[in-house]
T-cell receptor, first 114, second 111 residues
Framework: KAGVTQTPRYLIKTRGQQVTLSCSPISGHRSVSWYQQTPGQGLQFLFEYFSETQRNKGNFPGRFSGRQFSNSRSEMNVSTLELGDSALYLC?????????????FGPGTRLTVT | GQNIDQPTEMTATEGAIVQINCTYQTSGFNGLFWYQQHAGEAPTFLSYNVLDGLEEKGRFSSFLSRSKGYSYLLLKELQMKDSASYLCAVRPYTGGFKTIFGAGTRLFVKA
C-alpha cells in the first residue's frame, strides 16, 4: 500500500505570495491532518479534515486554510506569505471511524519564504 | 490547554538503556503517543498509552501515569540508528485526530 504523499517536496516563495500544498492520504484513510514544523516551535497542529469537513483547528491565523476533496485528498493554502511561514509542512492520514489511533505522516513540503 | 515538557537533548552509549521523560499539563486526553523522527524525515509512530502502566514493544517501552502527568520512553540495547528526535504527544478530547506535540528530545547514541 502506498504511503502518504505530499507535493511539492520543496518550494521557494516570496513574501506576500500565496502557496498551495497538496496531500494524498493512504488509500482508505479519511482523516487528514496538517502540521507545521519549525526548529523554534516544533510540530504544531494546523487543522484536521474528515469527510470534506474541518473537524479540528489549531491556533493559526486565517491566512492558513485548507480543504479536503471527496477522494480524501487535501490541500492547504497560505496567503500573504511571511518570512515566519518558512517551515516543514507535514500532513498525516488516519483510518478514521475505527478503534485505530495511528497517524501516518507524509515526507513533508519544505517551504522557504524569502 | 496542553503543555508538554521533554529534555532538549540526551546522549547515551551504544548497547545501553536510556529513558526519555515527558511531563504534561492537560485537562484531559485520549492517549499519549511517542514518535521517532530522524533528521530530514517524517515522524514515525512508536507507541501509544491509554491506560496507566507500561506498554512494551520490542526494544521500546512506554510508561504512563495520568495521576502524575508523566510518561517515559525506554529504549533498550541502543543502536546507532536510534539517534533521532523523540516526540511526546497527547491527543485531547476533540473527537478527532488533533495531536499536540512536545518539542522533542534529540538523542545522540555514541559508540
Amino acid at each position: 500500500k502506498a504511503g502518504v504523499t505530499q507535493t511539492p517536496r520543496y518550494l521557494i516563495k516570496t513574501r506576500g505570495q500565496q502557496v498551495t500544498l497538496s496531500c494524498s492520504p493512504i488509500s482508505g484513510h479519511r482523516s487528514v491532518s496538517w502540521y507545521q514544523q519549525t526548529p523554534g516551535q516544533g510540530l504544531q497542529f494546523l487543522f484536521e479534515y474528515f469527510s470534506e469537513t474541518q473537524r479540528n483547528k489549531g491556533n493559526f491565523p486565517g491566512r492558513f486554510s485548507g480543504r479536503q476533496f471527496s477522494n480524501s485528498r487535501s490541500e492547504m493554502n497560505v496567503s500573504t506569505l511571511e518570512l515566519g511561514d518558512s517551515a516543514l509542512y507535514l500532513c498525516a492520514s488516519s483510518l478514521a471511524g475505527t478503534a485505530t489511533y495511528e497517524q501516518y505522516f507524509g515526507p513533508g513540503t519544505r517551504l522557504t519564504v524569502t | 490547554g496542553q503543555n508538554i515538557d521533554q529534555p532538549t537533548e540526551m546522549t547515551a552509549t551504544e548497547g545501553a538503556i536510556v529513558q526519555i521523560n515527558c511531563t504534561y499539563q492537560t485537562s484531559g486526553f485520549n492517549g499519549l503517543f511517542w514518535y521517532q523522527q530522524h533528521a530530514g524525515e517524517a515522524p514515525t509512530f512508536l507507541s501509544y498509552n491509554v491506560l496507566d502502566g507500561l506498554e512494551e514493544k520490542g526494544r521500546f517501552s512506554s510508561f504512563l501515569s495520568r495521576s502524575k502527568g508523566y510518561s517515559y520512553l525506554l529504549l533498550k540495547e541502543l543502536q546507532m540508528k536510534d539517534s533521532a528526535s523523540y516526540l511526546c504527544a497527547v491527543r485531547p478530547y476533540t473527537g478527532g485526530f488533533k495531536t499536540i506535540f512536545g518539542a522533542g528530545t534529540r538523542l545522540f547514541v555514541k559508540a
